[in-house]
């Protein structure tokens, strides 16, 4: 044993088969947590599909006169022919295009709920969606009011829900 700085290791030939049998349980683990981590950013970079209410009217800018009494209406000359016209050209004119601003007032878990909070804003007059969010782990169903082109309308329609509440809200303005 004059020479120290070599050594030689001896192992089994059972021994190599475990150490083979452990390294190959070690590459088959790490292939399929790829193939898991694949999967998950295909699903998340694939087109989501929105499912919304169908809504009847593009939201103006403009406010909708309320109806008129019946006295009024009474002593109102008809409409002539170019007013009702006018009113088609403004049923056919084309929705905003570029982004549509919102306020999301909730998140749920399951679509029951999303709905029926839509539905309760729907009957005070807001236009409600309910937009499915999906994530890697599951899918989120986001209730959001208004639909508007402009920034300004959807942080009107923040306010006004604010003041309702008679405090700061978590709701925040969102824009597709």
């Known amino acids: 044993m004059a020479n120290k700085e070599f050594r030689e290791i001896q192992v089994s030939s059972s021994l190599l088969v475990v150490i083979f049998l452990g390294v ?9 947590l790829g193939v898991s981590v694949g999967k998950n950013q295909v699903r998340l970079t694939a087109p989501t599909q929105v499912v919304t209410q169908q809504i009847p009217e593009p939201v103006r800018d403009t406010p909708v006169k309320p109806p008129a009494s ?6 109102a000359p008809a409409p002539s022919r170019p007013a009702a016209k006018t009113t088609t050209e403004a049923k056919s004119a084309p929705a905003p295009s570029g982004p549509l601003y919102y306020v999301q007032v909730a998140a749920f878990n399951e679509r029951a709920q999303a709905q029926s909070l839509a539905d309760r804003y729907a009957k005070q007059g807001y236009t409600a969606i309910v937009d499915p969010r999906p994530t890697s782990t599951k899918t989120w169903y986001r209730v959001r009011l208004g639909g508007y082109a402009s920034r ?12 309702a509440a008679g ?3 978590d709701y925040q303005v969102v824009h597709d």
């Open 167 to 169: 405090k700061k809200t």
């Open 70 to 75: 019946e006295t009024e209406q009474a002593a």
């Open 152 to 163: 300004d309308r959807a942080v009107a329609l923040l306010d006004k829900l604010n003041a």
């Open 24 to 32: 190959l349980a070690l590459g088959v683990f790490i292939f399929l």
